[in-house]
């Protein structure tokens, strides 16, 4: 039988409003039958039919849609075995291009000129009542800053930090809510913003009033009657302001001051205030993940400290909030501190910079909850003063964008099992709503090296794509005159972010404009957004190739030293001054990269010239590398792992130079027994270079090596979370802070990047591999080795499920695959055994006497 197993629009199953004029559909499909795949399928909405043979990034090309509408989308498929299914789905047009009747509203008599701190929160508050039966109400907001809203005490909907973190200047989220249910006859609307990133200190040099000079509000709501009648409340002077409400503080990096005793009822209320907005951004309907709330932890063990304080350990390093039930005397102070390690039995707070990240709550007497709503932490453990745990029920929140988790990777080697949560919980914790290097220091900003890099990890593990369109629209409005991509996106400058840097290229950072599309291309298909991020992709290359030529001349033009890099940033035992002088080789082998994936993308875009174009760069840059960067026997002179690691894994060699090199990694990692040498570009790629070019077992060894610095040493020392340092924690407890080698005191336990060594373990261990866009076209190809028994993956693609389980008993090697509707799998056993494989479930057997099935 045939089904429809996911049908989306805009990839989202329910709940879309969009104000996307072309909204774009995509369905996987499930049989009990094999080599399924689709034969036509028909999308109809009203009187606008289309016909297609593809399952994903179908664009809608009907008449104009009509703003605030329902659509409801039919979907019928027909497969080539004559079966057939259908589905439908509803989604809803957002404002279109109708402008907002609303005004931006603030408070006027609030001035805020402190430098380096963040605003107090201001509550907006309306009353009103409903004459008659509302049948459908939607509240349209959004926020200069961070906005919670509540209808008749209930919060409106479950999302943090709305209108969520975009590029202000060029785009503002607005959000649609339903509150036709919460409406009564009498009313009350109170909103509460906070700085958060438009206005609120953000950045390690707490630069704050980026996007505005204080907190401003918009909405409309629009209320249908059961007599056909409709109303819309706007924001303007019509709404009451005080920053007289429970949050006396509210910032990301410093936590929340919250006082329970106040009564809003006798806080002072006066007229909201027009106010002019300095930025003018696009208002469009959310179209990237909302932040929510998703795993809950309750306390692992609590004990006292010396310090007196009492510590909450959750067991978990991750980004959130805690939530607590409190027994309180009126007027007590319990102060909570986070912090994601501890030495010696105290929280380890230095990592932390100058984020306080801290929660003052004043309570009021007797039961109550507490639970910050304008601000995380990046913590594991809590620690308490001015109450007792008798009295204080913590249990704590994980709040990130709300991605789901597609994959799933496990094996019989515990360590790596581990190493695989913490790469996941790396990326849930740096997900809140902006890709961000780390959730606790005072940073958590949009560093574009670190998703460059992690991205093809992520989108095993999560469906990220709603999550990078958002964030992608920013990397394009971002995007400087020169072509060069900012090194945070959104771009706060701070300091030694100069002018100069502005327009510069930097190789790995920059590359996210091409390196993150790609990613999210492999894994869901999306055509549309490679088309879309095209001519960005081409501008930075082209700026590439600039900062490459600069005062260069003949082959010379091809290597990339100026201006700025970061070069193997984090690589161990070196510092600052040497990861950046690293730059000539990372940079080189970012533009033949680049410029190859450029000329791949040309391809598919239908762009034969281009492709050609930026096939002779890549090649070129190549070359460079390989005759000025190298030795006649492909060494570099001051040798370094990502040296080698990168013309391996960018392919830029020819078999024997690519053989020669391979050895020299090889001998470079096995004098350095076996531990990790390499910086942020070095890292994801290591150990392809390795095993794809005849290394595999020490490939394994690399992996499984658990002294520092190496994965499993993090594990050893019982990290949850993937650190930014190597030697984030050392064997004798202590930890290298980065206080004096010119980081400014940088160390985290939660950045994601070094764990994009996941995308080794689904696409060498598991052995799956997308070959074309969404795995229309795959492989699997496992690796053997470690000492590993058993290996199982699953990856939910844009197509459906695609499995690879092994075992290995006795030398028999079994595996179970999955191959999904419409697509096809490439299928190489350990013995070098290949099959061309349609749809459905297979087991395939080798050892001694060799057999094959299919179940
Ligand atoms: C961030 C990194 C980032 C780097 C760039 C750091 O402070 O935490 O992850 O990519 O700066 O230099």
Redesign the pocket.
């Given at each position: 039988m045939l089904t429809i197993k996911r049908f989306t629009v805009n990839d989202m199953t329910v709940d879309c409003v969009t104000d996307q004029k072309q909204p774009v559909f995509s369905f996987a499909l499930e049989s009990d039958q094999q080599n399924v795949a689709l034969k036509e399928a028909t999308l109809t909405i009203g009187n606008w039919q289309r016909n297609v043979n593809t399952q994903i990034g179908i664009e809608y090309n009907g008449p104009d849609l009509e703003p605030f509408t329902v659509y409801k989308v039919i979907l019928e498929v027909t497969d080539n075995h004559g079966e057939k299914a259908t589905a439908s789905l509803s989604f809803e047009t957002g404002r279109l291009d109708t402008p907002f009747k609303a005004k931006w509203i603030t408070n006027g008599s609030y001035h805020f000129t402190e430098k380096k701190t963040s605003p107090k929160p201001m509550h907006f508050k309306r009353q009103f009542s409903c004459r008659k039966k509302v049948v459908k109400a939607r509240l349209y907001s959004t926020a200069l800053g961070i906005y919670e809203a509540k209808l008749n005490g209930e919060k409106i909907g479950a999302d943090y930090f709305a209108p969520g973190f975009t590029s202000y200047k060029h785009q503002l989220q607005y959000q649609t809510y339903d509150v036709t249910e919460q409406l009564k006859r009498s009313n009350e609307l109170l909103f509460t913003v906070a700085g958060g990133w438009a206005v609120g200190a953000f950045t390690y040099a707490r630069r704050n009033r980026v996007y505005a000079k204080r907190q401003a509000l918009l909405c409309e709501l629009h209320m249908e009657y059961e007599d056909g009648t409709k109303e819309i409340m706007t924001s303007d002077e019509s709404f009451s302001v005080t920053m007289d409400g429970h949050i006396k503080e509210a910032e990301f990096y410093n936590g929340e001051i919250y006082d329970a005793t106040v009564n809003m009822d006798e806080s002072q209320w006066e007229k909201a205030s027009i106010e002019k907005v300095k930025i003018n951004p696009e208002l469009l309907a959310q179209y990237g993940l909302p932040v929510r709330a998703k795993e809950e932890f309750k306390p692992v063990s609590c004990n006292k400290a010396e310090s007196g304080m009492w510590i909450y350990d959750f067991g978990q390093n991750f980004a959130g909030v805690i939530s607590a039930k409190i027994k309180g005397k009126k007027g007590q102070k319990i102060t909570m501190k986070h912090a994601e390690v501890l030495m010696e039995g105290e929280l380890f707070t230095e990592p932390l910079r100058s984020a306080k990240q801290e929660l003052v709550y004043i309570c009021k007497d007797g039961q109550q909850t507490y639970s910050p709503t304008m601000t995380y932490m990046g913590f594991r453990y809590v620690g308490v003063e001015g109450g007792h745990p008798e009295d204080i029920e913590l249990t704590a929140r994980a709040i990130y964008s709300n991605v789901d988790e597609t994959g799933h990777f496990e094996c019989s080697n515990t360590m790596l099992n581990q190493l695989q949560n913490n790469i996941k919980w790396g990326a849930k914790s740096n997900f809140v709503d902006i890709p961000t290097?780390?959730p606790q220091r005072d940073?958590r900003m949009g560093?574009t090296?670190?998703i460059a890099l992690f991205a093809s990890t992520a989108s095993f593990n999560f469906n990220t794509r709603r999550f990078y369109d958002k964030w992608l629209l920013d990397v394009q409005k971002e995007q400087n005159r020169g072509g060069g991509i900012p090194?945070t996106v959104p771009l706060v400058r701070v300091p030694f972010q100069w002018e100069i840097m502005i327009p510069m290229a930097v190789d790995h950072w920059g590359d996210a404009c091409i390196l993150v599309p790609w990613a999210e291309y492999l894994s869901r298909g999306d055509v549309g957004l490679l088309k879309q991020l095209y001519p960005t992709m081409k501008r930075y290359v082209k700026a590439c190739k600039f900062w490459a030529e600069l005062f260069s001349v003949g082959k010379h033009r091809r290597v990339w030293r100026l201006l700025h890099h970061?070069g193997d940033?984090v690589a161990p035992e070196a510092g600052l001054w040497t990861w950046m002088g690293r730059g000539k080789w990372t940079a080189t082998a970012s533009l033949a990269n680049t410029s190859n994936l450029l000329s791949q993308i040309a391809e598919i875009l239908d762009q034969p010239e281009d492709a050609k174009y930026y096939k002779k760069l890549s090649e070129e840059a190549s070359d460079a590398y390989r005759s000025l960067l190298m030795d006649k026997d492909c060494r570099v002179k001051k040798e370094f792992q990502t040296a080698y690691v990168l013309p391996l894994h960018y392919k830029m060699l020819n078999r024997g130079d690519a053989a020669k090199t391979a050895s020299h990694l090889a001998r470079m990692i096995k004098e350095n027994n076996y531990h990790i040498g390499t910086g942020f570009p070095g890292t994801p790629y290591v150990l392809f270079a390795l095993a794809d070019n005849g290394y595999i077992d020490e490939a394994y060894k690399m992996l499984l090596t658990d002294t520092r610095p190496s994965w499993l040493f993090q594990i050893k020392a019982g990290a949850t979370t993937i650190w930014?340092r190597w030697d984030a924690l050392r064997e004798d407890g202590t930890s290298n802070t980065g206080a004096d080698d010119g980081t400014n005191g940088?160390v985290s336990f939660n950045?994601f990047?070094n764990g994009a060594v996941g995308d080794f373990m689904y696409r060498r261990i598991a052995g799956i591999e997308p070959i074309e866009g969404g795995y229309k076209s795959f492989k699997i190809e496992p690796i053997l080795g470690g000492g590993l028994t058993y290996a199982k993956a699953e990856v939910e693609t844009a197509y459906g499920q695609v499995k690879s389980h092994w075992t290995l008993k006795n030398d028999v090697f079994t595996i179970d695959i999955h191959v999904p509707v419409g697509t096809t799998c490439y299928l190489t056993l350990p013995n070098d055994k290949t099959h061309v494989l349609g749809s459905g479930h297979y087991q395939f057997q080798e050892g001694r006497e060799e057999k094959e099935h299919a179940i």
């Open positions: 290097d780390c940073e560093w090296g670190d090194v970061y940033w930014e940088m950045h990047a």
